[in-house]
């Protein structure tokens, strides 16, 4: 363990400052909010907190359209209140990572409001421009991930811009060298402040086909799925050029590293296994220190990926088996992004996927609030604020409001996250779900993921050891965890029936939080139950 960097033993825990804890009463979450909440996350056991963006923002998509990377926003607090967080967040031994988004910049942040002034501005070629087609219309057929088309035609230069998300979002050029600069140079502002590292928001995304050509049409696309996968996108995600981005970027955190204290770098990376691992890049040209794998959420064409143990158990050994010698693994089970994981798999496996997520090898990233079971918020479709989803109304799961309702940390009004109505609104079954009535219930969920994340970091075989799959029954995932000093077995039953398990141990901890101590073969499995073993 010793030999291992920080990060490498890590657990993040993602915050979405919007919702995580409000402090001057105006229904939104902010930085100070963090803070007064960092004694919880200490206890909890995480070792760094990941933050969404907090930038100055119009917030057209909630903080990922900056107007300005070298600030807060005031709708979050300040620089001084930014640096208090980091300060105290240190002082807790918790490391501190936040989101850069260097794919777009908002339409109002001060190098679009000049490239778009004029064709012959120094900084028009700082984002992507293109003439209209023969008909007038947009350059080529790309289109952008919350629908419609992925070019905005600018009357007052009669050219088109590409925007991958919202118009409002326009996209760098990352073949003009003067961009990547100054992105870099705002990753050294914050890393100067002292920030521990950055989750890069859509990394394979940000250089495009140089040629832009057409995007071929997707055969499997059916009626019903997003607009955006009509298409298979060969020219606008990952490009070879992006890479060379992405070693730059690295290279900026290593100017910055020393042992003990190494700045981290996570890329978002919604990509097949043998493109993600490219993103670690190579011993001598690395790239991201973890690429997100996201393959316990959704499969390579965006489906949601079965709750069931053979389907889990093979996406495991996959990754694994595509990992280069150099690259550590990471998992994820939930994000801003995507359906929190107790609507996903029920109430019953929620605490079977935290123990799966805190016992595989390698960095695992918590989303707020999974520790206490949020579900997604009822968010009816005419309330949905997400412009995802407006854009998108056919598409029901488009909204992303749903998992991004307000941290449930009691049973007063609005759950104490807030004294007003909140942004969006507190999920009504607050009154039973919450952190104060789990933090009084020894067998909670919330105190099994505390239980997990100490036994986590006082293991060697599940900071670091190897991992291995091990003979289960159907309906059972078991693998083992290894160091020289100590072999683990981990079992999980998906299913709602009992199982019996060919192994002998000590049992360490069953996420029913009821059972420890020798078990003789067989060890009988309850319905939903999983178990964490050191065996003989």
Excluded at 184 to 206: N, T
Aim: with cysteine; glycine share 6%; charged share 25%.
């Amino acid at each position: 363990m010793q030999d291992l960097a920080w990060w490498q033993r890590a657990v993040v825990y993602q915050v979405y400052p919007r919702s995580f804890q409000d402090t001057n009463g105006d229904g939104v979450g902010d930085l100070p909010g963090v803070v007064r909440r960092l004694d919880y996350l200490a206890d909890l056991g995480v070792d760094a907190i990941w933050l969404s963006p907090f930038y100055p923002s119009p917030q057209e998509d909630f903080g990922y359209d900056v107007s300005d990377y070298c600030d807060v926003d005031p709708l979050f607090g300040t620089l001084a209140d930014f640096d208090r967080l980091l300060t105290e967040a240190h002082a807790r031994g918790l490391r501190v990572i936040i989101d850069l988004v260097p794919n777009h910049t908002s339409d109002r942040h001060p190098w679009f409001l000049e490239s778009r002034s004029s064709r012959t501005n120094p900084k028009r070629d700082w984002y992507v421009w293109r003439d209209p087609s023969p008909d007038g219309g947009p350059p080529n057929n790309w289109r952008s991930v919350f629908g419609g088309s992925a070019w905005t035609f600018d009357p007052s230069t009669g050219q088109y811009y590409l925007h991958h998300f919202l118009p409002q979002q326009p996209d760098l050029n990352y073949r003009n060298p003067e961009v990547l600069e100054a992105m870099l140079e705002v990753m050294r502002f914050w890393l100067r402040r002292g920030v521990d590292g950055f989750r890069v928001d859509v990394l394979p995304m940000l250089v495009e086909d140089a040629y832009f050509r057409d995007e071929p049409e997707n055969p499997r696309w059916r009626q019903g799925m997003p607009e955006y996968d009509r298409l298979l996108h060969i020219y606008t995600v990952d490009q070879p050029e992006t890479h060379a981005v992405a070693r730059r970027m690295r290279q900026v955190l290593e100017e910055f590293s020393a042992p003990g204290r190494e700045r981290v770098m996570i890329g978002e990376t919604y990509l097949p296994f043998d493109r993600l691992v490219r993103y670690y890049g190579t011993p001598e040209a690395p790239e991201a220190h973890l690429p997100f794998n996201f393959h316990l959420i959704e499969d390579d064409e965006g489906h949601p990926v079965p709750w069931d143990p053979d389907a889990v158990r093979r996406i495991v050994e996959a990754y694994e088996a595509a990992l280069p010698p150099w690259g550590w693994p990471n998992w994820v089970l939930g994000n801003h992004d995507r359906p929190r994981i107790a609507s996903r798999v029920g109430a019953p496996q929620t605490r079977v996927a935290a123990m799966l997520l805190l016992t595989l090898r390698g960095v695992p990233t918590w989303y707020y609030g999974d520790e206490i079971g949020m579900e997604n918020g009822p968010i009816p479709p005419e309330e949905c604020r997400d412009p995802a989803g407006r854009r998108q109304p056919e598409i029901p799961w488009a909204c992303r409001d749903p998992e991004r309702t307000p941290m449930q940390w009691d049973d007063s009004p609005y759950a104490g996250f807030s004294t007003v109505e909140p942004w969006l609104p507190v999920n009504p079954d607050y009154p039973h779900r919450n952190v104060r009535r789990q933090q009084g219930d020894p067998r909670s969920l919330l105190n099994l993921v505390r239980t997990l994340l100490r036994l986590r970091r006082d293991s060697a075989a599940l900071t670091g050891g190897g991992y291995a799959t091990a003979p289960a029954p159907n309906g059972v995932y078991a693998y083992t965890r290894s160091s020289p000093d100590e072999r683990l077995l981990v079992a999980l039953n998906f299913t709602a029936m009992p199982q019996l398990l060919e192994a002998s141990g000590d049992v360490l901890v069953s996420t029913h939080l009821d059972r420890t101590g020798a078990e003789r073969s067989p060890i009988a499995l309850r319905p939903d139950e999983g178990v964490l073993l050191r065996l003989p």
